[in-house]
């Protein structure tokens, strides 16, 4: 197994953007989202605009038993 760190970063605006895709999201009432919006906007205002982290790549190979390859 293999990893490589991918450092990443999010604003407000990147998070809901991809937030805004999820199908749990989009079932929603548009006050819901409304809410969840200001509330991510207050969340990333008070972590000084940004939320930083380091994800990891993974890569996993397997053999099956009994294959020879």
Avoid: C, I, Q
């Amino acid at each position: 197994m293999l990893t490589a760190p991918a450092p990443a970063e999010d604003t407000a605006e990147t998070y809901l953007a991809l937030v805004a895709t999820t199908a749990t999201y989009l079932h929603l009432d548009p006050n819901r989202r409304a809410v969840l919006d200001r509330s991510v906007r207050e969340l990333f205002a008070v972590a000084k605009g940004s939320d930083r982290w380091v994800d990891h790549a993974v890569l996993v190979s397997a053999r099956r038993a009994g294959v020879l390859g």
